[in-house]
């Protein structure tokens, strides 16, 4: 019998599954390398807390 996820593990369970939907569309519309790098630089803008901000335009 399987035990029961906490109220956590089952939000990250459906972040996990919507993240593995939208990795198999950008696969199927633009092939792994995109999908991969895309999900790369998604991880790398978190890393350095860039994440949702804007570039500042370049004078």
Do not use: C, N
């Not at 999908?35 to 978190?46: D, E, P, Q, S, T």
């Amino acid at each position: 019998m399987k035990p029961e996820l906490s109220v956590e593990e089952q939000s990250k369970d459906r972040y996990f599954k919507s993240l593995a939907a939208i990795a198999e569309e950008m696969v199927e519309a633009h092939g792994k390398d995109f999908a991969m790098g895309a999900l790369v630089l998604a991880a790398r803008w978190i890393a350095e807390g860039k994440f949702g901000k804007t570039e500042e335009p370049v004078h």
